[in-house]
């Protein structure tokens, strides 16, 4: 029953260096996508993907990579991490692409702060 | 423009009192969906309640229902006999176009606090 996860739940970069956060869910849904919140914005769609093999961008991309190898994981990578990318980082996913009315199951969030 | 306009940072509200968070849309497309979350400070987004363009009647999920107006652009939420448990940010949701294109465009969020 373990939903949406996302790993590390917190994490502090130097300007510069690159990491991953991680995300797997185990429900098999096709759609995965990752948001980042900044204060007073609200939730900003960074990647998403609607199967495995099947990326694009959403309305904040630049710095970020995703790649969707397999159903469950939907990695996030900082090539090289700025300031600018402090946030805080959710990834969700949801079942029914065919619907559209399938609710997004969130993660617990990444708050990431750079140095 | 903005798609999904939350025009209320904060309110303050006395427990067991109804309350109504706006949300006003801006979209062209005749298909789209309204979501609402809650995001206590915790820091989780639960999801709450969805409405359908095509809907004909007000979506309702026990304390919450959505007060759809179509012709206005307005999806408010309304919370029943509010309770201490609701205090937390809530945000607008918005997904345009086809079914299955699940990218949600969010509004700014109102900070919802109860009073005892």
């Known amino acids: 029953n373990a939903g949406v996860t996302q790993t590390p739940k917190f994490q502090v970069l130097k300007t510069g260096q690159s990491m991953t956060l991680q995300c797997a869910q185990d429900?098999?849904?096709?759609?995965m996508s990752w948001y980042r919140q900044d204060p007073g914005m609200g939730l900003r769609l960074i990647h998403y993907?609607?199967?495995?093999?099947?990326?694009d961008q959403g309305e904040v991309p630049n710095g970020y990579n995703v790649s969707r190898s397999t159903t469950e994981d939907f990695p996030l990578r900082l090539l090289s991490a700025a300031p600018s990318q402090t946030s805080v980082y959710f990834c969700?996913?949801?079942?029914?692409?065919?619907?559209?009315?399938?609710?997004?199951?969130f993660g617990s969030g990444t708050q990431l702060s750079v140095l | 423009a903005q798609k999904i306009t939350q025009t209320q940072p904060g309110m303050f509200v006395q427990e067991k009192e109804a309350v109504t968070l706006d949300c006003t849309y801006d979209t062209s497309d005749p298909s789209y969906g309204l979501f609402w979350y809650k995001q206590p400070s915790s820091g989780e987004m639960i999801f709450l309640i969805y409405q359908g363009s095509y809907d004909q009647q007000n979506a309702t999920e026990g304390r919450y229902s959505l007060n759809f107006q179509k012709a206005r652009k307005s999806a408010n939420l309304v919370i029943s006999a509010s309770q201490l448990g609701d205090s937390a940010m809530y945000f607008c949701?918005?997904?345009?176009?086809?079914?299955?294109?699940?990218?949600?465009?969010f509004g700014t969020g109102t900070r919802l606090t109860i009073i005892p």
């Open positions: 969700a996913s949801s079942a029914n692409r065919r619907t559209g009315t399938e609710k997004l199951f």
């Open positions: 949701a918005m997904r345009e176009g086809y079914f299955g294109n699940e990218k949600l465009t």
């Open positions: 429900m098999n849904h096709e759609y």
């Open positions: 993907s609607v199967g495995a093999g099947i990326t």
